[in-house]
């Protein structure tokens, strides 16, 4: 079994910098794959960036450039920088976790957090 916390959101202005974190325990961080995932009302969840177990990452094509997912494995955590940020930004966020391979598809994660609430105005 794995557990997600997310941390790091916020309030922020129009072209600031948010750095979320995903901390994760459980199951084998070093096979695991992570999804983040955002939500805002009324919208269904999109995948905003993916990475796998041996470091591979997709973005959300729109979001390229902006937004860059890491991981440490000896932390056990997972990072997702976002800069530039817009106020259509603005969303509930989520990290997920999937065995092995990156995914965009929030169906294919068996692991979710509570997430964390970014705000740009």
């Known amino acids: 079994h794995v557990q997600l916390v997310e941390s790091g959101g916020g309030s922020v202005q129009a072209g600031d910098s948010l750095t979320l974190t995903c901390a994760v325990s459980g199951d084998t961080f070093s096979t695991l794959a992570f999804g983040w995932f955002r939500q805002s009302p009324g919208n269904g969840r999109d995948g905003v960036a993916s990475?796998?177990?041996?470091?591979?990452?997709r973005y959300l094509d729109s979001l390229k450039g902006r937004f860059t997912i890491s991981r440490d494995n000896a932390k056990r955590t997972v990072y997702l920088e976002m800069n530039g940020l817009k106020p259509e930004d603005t969303a509930m966020y989520y990290c997920a976790a999937r065995p092995e391979f990156w995914s965009l598809r929030d169906i294919l994660y068996n692991y979710w957090g509570q997430g964390t609430q970014v705000t740009v105005s």
């Open positions: 990475i796998g177990s041996d470091g591979m990452t």
